[in-house]
């Protein structure tokens, strides 16, 4: 058995982020050669997020590009899992490593540090074979819609690209959401965000 970690878990998240796209584990292996979240070859995210927007596809260009457009379009990533433990290094699957995770990120930790958020997405719809991510990305969910944030869960953006997945990105990303504030208990501000199709 063997320790993986994330493979970008140094990644900080920008503070003025409006949008998180939250996604399972992308493992620190010699074999994987994703220079960023998303990046592997048979991952579409990278022309689905653009075009979500009416730019061209960043798919196959390099880290620095990716990262000019988030902070530009105020996106950007976390991935469900820290670190796993795994006998085969060579398998990415969700369903093999539901069951070998070593530490999960505290992904509710990092939406509460960002203040201008505004939706929030899980970049997998089906749970057959992955209970134990199924309930960590529950309470994210339940944790965002505490707060008035909205959250989709999105079609993955690996294997293929389509119109249909396409639309279905677009929409997550076109969705109009309103700012309004609360006072915490001690008198002091806290902003959240609304949704107005919740």
């Not at 653009?50 to 730019?55: C, E, L, M, S």
């Not at 994210?140 to 294997?159: D, H």
């Not at 929409?171 to 504030?181: D, M, Y």
Request: contains cysteine; hydrophobic residues 35%; aromatic residues 14%.
């Amino acid at each position: 058995m063997a320790i993986v970690k994330h493979r970008f878990l140094t990644h900080s998240i920008n503070p003025n982020t409006e949008t998180l796209v939250i996604g399972t584990f992308n493992p620190d292996t010699p074999e994987n050669i994703a220079d960023f979240f998303y990046g592997r070859q048979r991952n579409y995210l990278w022309a689905l997020i653009p075009k979500a927007f009416g730019d061209a596809s960043l798919k196959g260009k390099s880290k620095e590009e990716k990262l000019a457009y988030i902070k530009e379009r105020k996106i950007d990533f976390i991935d469900l899992i820290a670190s796993v433990n795994v006998d085969e290094e060579s398998n990415y699957d969700d369903d093999y490593l539901d069951g070998k995770i070593a530490a999960w990120r505290n992904v509710m930790d990092e939406i509460e540090k960002l203040k201008n958020l505004k939706r929030v997405c899980f970049s997998r719809k089906t749970f057959a074979g992955i209970p134990n991510m199924k309930e960590r990305i529950e309470l994210i969910r339940s944790y965002c819609e505490s707060w008035g944030i909205a959250f989709s869960y999105l079609t993955t953006p690996a294997r293929f690209y389509n119109d249909q997945k396409q639309t279905e990105w677009s929409t997550f990303f076109s969705r109009q959401t309103f700012r309004s504030s609360r006072f915490s208990s001690d008198g002091s501000d806290i902003s959240i965000i609304k949704s107005n199709d919740h």
